[in-house]
């Protein structure tokens, strides 16, 4: 009997040392965050620690910031999406109090690998007149407000009325935007492109205290160039190699881009950018103990497209 129970014993510690093995994020030796937010490899906390420059991550105060990026404060990490959220200064024509007037302001990625995401940000105006953003002076998008006298905008209700919004049509490097302001002196306005998930959980503000300092979350695309794609190795520390996929983006004028990203299930944690950087999550884990295997079940839109992946556990 005691010989069974140890048995049994020695099988639960080896199940449970299974399941809390800590994933890796960074390289060996370096920091894996920065206050609140997790930095993953390629990007890294110190020149060292990341895959280039670009993705070198300050830590100031346990706030992260892109050196190599204007010195933007990085909200977050998407290695899924291949996103990095950052804070952006708003777009505003505050500073100018006449009536009817405008303003133009660019915004330039420049050299960097990153992108302004198309399918994750949208651009609002908010206030009285007219919003128009453009690319290398060609029209991308734009939108119009009515005017009501009224402090409160309501970010759920941002159709028209003091406030507007619209998609934008392909991925950009950089974009300018320029504001025609109606109404009644005093009265500021701005316009801003936005992580469309935040703007959605914002809460009211007053537009009559608007800041010309205030910022705004952005997503941006992340891209590996090819240098970087060959000193990288997916990772392969599971029964299971990760390997590369590629995508293409549209960049507008018919012109496109294609990237590349270590593939990685919804069953694995861990950075899949470093050779053993990847482990089991805890409830994939608990299917291989229980006879299972690991799967990903893909969840199609109207129109056939793969929308999101589901883990599910099936058995042999």
């Not at 994020?25 to 620690?49: E, K, L, Q, S």
């Not at 706030?63 to 990490?77: D, F, I, K, R």
């Not at 997503?219 to 000193?231: I, P």
């Not at 520390?237 to 919804?266: H, P």
């Amino acid at each position: 009997m005691k010989l069974f129970q140890l048995y049994h014993l020695l099988i639960f510690l080896v199940l449970s040392s299974t399941s809390t093995v800590m994933a890796k994020y960074a390289m060996t030796g370096c920091n894996d965050t920065c206050g609140n937010v997790r930095i993953p490899y390629p990007f890294g906390i110190g020149a060292n620690c990341s895959v280039n420059r670009w993705y070198t991550v300050d830590c100031n105060s346990s706030t992260p910031y892109l050196p190599a990026l204007y010195h933007l404060e990085l909200l977050g990490v998407n290695l899924a999406d291949q996103i990095a959220i950052v804070n952006v200064p708003k777009i505003s024509d505050c500073q100018s109090r006449a009536r009817n007037s405008s303003e133009t302001v660019s915004i330039d990625l420049g050299r960097s690998p990153f992108l302004f995401s198309k399918s994750r940000n949208k651009f609002v105006f908010e206030g009285c007149g007219n919003a128009v953003m453009m690319d290398n002076g060609s029209v991308l998008t734009g939108c119009s407000t009515t005017c009501r006298n009224e402090t409160l905008i309501d970010t759920n209700n941002c159709f028209g009325t003091n406030c507007c919004q619209i998609t934008i049509p392909h991925y950009v490097k950089s974009f300018s935007v320029n504001l025609e302001r109606r109404g009644e002196d005093g009265m500021c306005g701005s316009a801003f492109l936005v992580d469309e998930n935040s703007y959605a959980n914002r809460s009211f503000f007053n537009r009559s205290i608007a800041r010309e300092d205030a910022f705004v979350p952005i997503s941006l695309l992340w891209t590996l160039e090819e240098a970087d794609v060959n000193r990288i190795t997916c990772c392969d520390s599971l029964e299971l190699q990760l390997f590369w996929v590629s995508r293409s983006l549209d960049c507008g004028n018919n012109i496109s881009m294609d990237i590349q990203k270590c593939f990685a299930y919804t069953y694995v944690d861990g950075t899949p950018y470093l050779p053993d950087g990847c482990e089991f999550t805890e409830e994939c884990t608990r299917c291989r103990n229980s006879g299972g295997f690991c799967d990903d079940g893909a969840v199609y839109d109207v129109d056939g497209l793969v929308t999101k992946w589901n883990f599910t556990c099936a058995q042999n």
